[in-house]
């Protein structure tokens, strides 16, 4: 598929999807949610792929809504604006639901719906200086979309507070309330991404997709069950089997 607001690129068993609308800091536009969408849904079917990474070019990794798609929005119906906040949505349960490992690398600004993506991503690397904003209620709106994977990254303790207030914040805050998991300077991001991959390259890829899972809906899962289930699986005896005797599992000579 040929895509016109984002990049994915696959090389070594990683999917790199990158932003591409440089031009108004990577603003999410109706297309831009359907490509998005397409492209996590792809790579998740992809046995190649064991890794995606999410990024953004240019100056920003996602500054929010598209300024057109808002300003389109005041003229559509209630039914109309609820079309488009359910494609929002679905592109948010898309990823999160991705069976694969996520690591977002940020940098510039996150707000709004790039706040968004930042919970739904598994690992989060963010350059020191980027901005963060649940900036919604700033233009009269609330982040409901993201409200429960907002809610199950930092809290209801911060979600309130920020959703609330709209208040700008660096990583190193974003880093302290659980929002992103490294703060790093510039010319550390690609180190440290580096870093972050070749660890999860380390796991099983049935036991992450299953862990993402079970992750999930803790709550209302059997552990018992899922950990029998797992141990008996073709990964699981592999795994312990690779332990014992001392040597790599088969999925690390691929």
Not at 170 to 181: P, R, W
Request: aromatic residues 6%.
């Amino acid at each position: 598929m040929t895509y016109t607001t984002i990049n994915l690129n696959t090389e070594s068993h990683i999917a790199t999807v990158s932003l591409n609308r440089p031009d108004v800091r990577n603003a999410m536009n109706e297309i831009m949610i359907q490509e998005i969408t397409t492209a996590f849904h792809s790579v998740g079917k992809d046995s190649n792929i064991r890794i995606v990474v999410l990024n953004g070019q240019g100056e920003s990794f996602c500054s929010g809504a598209d300024v057109n798609m808002m300003k389109n929005s005041i003229a559509k119906t209630s039914a109309e604006n609820k079309a488009e906040t359910v494609l929002l949505a679905k592109m948010y349960k898309t990823i999160d639901e991705c069976n694969k490992p996520i690591v977002g690398i940020v940098h510039g600004h996150a707000f709004g719906g790039g706040f968004g993506l930042c919970t739904v991503c598994d690992i989060v690397i963010a350059e020191e200086k980027t901005m963060f904003s649940l900036s919604e209620v700033l233009i009269g709106l609330i982040p409901a979309v993201i409200g429960p994977y907002t809610e199950k990254k930092i809290g209801k303790s911060w979600f309130r507070a920020l959703g609330i207030s709209g208040e700008k914040f660096d990583a190193l805050f974003a880093e302290k309330i659980g929002l992103i998991h490294y703060c790093v300077k510039n010319d550390e991001l690609e180190i440290m991404n580096n870093q972050v991959v070749a660890q999860l390259l380390k796991g099983g890829p049935v036991s992450q997709s299953k862990f993402k899972e079970y992750i999930r809906d803790m709550d209302s899962i059997d552990s018992t069950d899922v950990i029998s289930e797992i141990r008996s699986s073709e990964e699981g005896q592999e795994g312990l089997s690779a332990f014992l005797e001392k040597r790599k599992p088969n999925w690390l000579k691929n």
